[in-house]
């Protein structure tokens, strides 16, 4: 950053409009906001995540990495044609998603957001992820010289911050939660 911030408020976004990377201003509504600001609070809810209690080391550093990267996100988003997110990034993404996901049993059923604190926190994230990812196509259709890796890279990510849902449910002694939908079968007319 060649500038820090030395104070916060500038007035300057009053006017419902806010400053993108490139000097250039743009409305607060707009995709490229949606997207940005969305990948930035996905950060945050993985920050939530790292904050609670009894989260592995392996878990820790996977979703330290990944705010990094998210960072890095933000920026290619914030200014456009920034390239920062690549195809190395989305494949490093699956190698840790395989290596989580090998030692957990086959899913017979859907899984209730749950499972105790950090994992719920990670199902946030997840859904939080996924909107950033619906953002990010939006942009794209807006603006097509946006990257593909971005859209990429969230797809993924939404991907292995399930399996980690797993993982912390299992890992916190709290398991699963199964959706029953056997709940809503009607006994047979007899």
Not at 68 to 81: A, K, V
Request: with cysteine; glycine share 10%; hydrophobic share 40%.
């Amino acid at each position: 950053m060649g500038n820090r911030l030395s104070r916060i408020y500038t007035r300057t976004g009053d006017d419902g409009s806010t400053g993108l990377g490139d000097g250039s201003r743009v409305a607060k509504d707009s995709p490229r906001v949606a997207a940005y600001g969305t990948v930035d609070e996905l950060n945050s809810t993985i920050g939530m995540v790292l904050a609670c209690e009894g989260v592995d080391a392996a878990v820790r550093e996977a979703l330290t990495q990944i705010q990094h990267e998210l960072f890095d996100l933000g920026g290619e988003l914030c200014i456009p044609g920034m390239a920062m997110i690549e195809d190395a990034d989305v494949a490093r993404l699956e190698t840790v998603l395989d290596a989580f996901n090998e030692p957990l049993p086959p899913l017979k059923e859907f899984i209730l957001p749950g499972g105790g604190m950090a994992a719920a926190c990670c199902h946030l994230a997840r859904t939080v992820c996924r909107r950033a990812e619906r953002e990010v196509i939006t942009l794209r259709h807006a603006e097509p010289e946006v990257r593909p890796q971005a859209q990429h890279y969230l797809n993924r990510l939404s991907d292995l911050l399930f399996v980690l849902c797993r993982v912390l449910a299992r890992a916190g002694g709290h398991g699963e939660v199964l959706w029953q939908h056997e709940r809503r079968r009607k006994p047979a007319a007899g």
